[in-house]
């Protein structure tokens, strides 16, 4: 494959890919500010208790897994993509 058959090739792949990342940088924000939301509303409350420190790790935690479960869902929606488009290789 010469040097421009590799740039027409790309040059596809930016119309599909490009609203892709923008879809995820959205779902990306939306996702984290609703995370941060929930957060200062838990911790705001929770300052008030006597075991501070353990219900902040116990947040700290559930922050963590749910930003991991975020990008969980962005890497879908690029499998999604991939398997629509037909860009997975055969095995």
Same mark, same amino acid.
């Given at each position: 494959?010469?040097?421009?058959?590799?740039?027409?090739?790309?040059?596809?792949?930016?119309?599909?890919?490009?609203?892709? =990342?923008?879809?995820?940088?959205? =779902?990306?924000?939306?996702?984290? *500010? !609703? =995370?941060?939301?929930?957060?200062?509303?838990?911790?705001?409350?929770? #300052?008030?208790?006597?075991? !501070?420190?353990?219900? !902040?790790?116990? =947040?700290?935690?559930?922050?963590?897994?749910?930003?991991?479960?975020?990008?969980?869902?962005?890497?879908? *929606?690029?499998?999604?993509?991939?398997?629509?488009?037909?860009? #997975?290789?055969?095995?």
């Amino acid at each position: 494959m010469n040097l421009v058959a590799v740039g027409n090739y790309w040059h596809g792949n930016w119309v599909w890919s490009l609203p892709l =990342i923008v879809l995820n940088v959205v =779902i990306h924000v939306f996702g984290l *500010v !609703f =995370i941060n939301e929930r957060v200062i509303s838990v911790l705001s409350g929770a #300052m008030e208790h006597r075991r !501070f420190a353990g219900m !902040f790790a116990v =947040i700290m935690g559930v922050t963590a897994l749910l930003a991991t479960v975020l990008l969980a869902l962005e890497a879908g *929606v690029w499998a999604a993509a991939y398997r629509l488009l037909g860009a #997975m290789p055969e095995n």
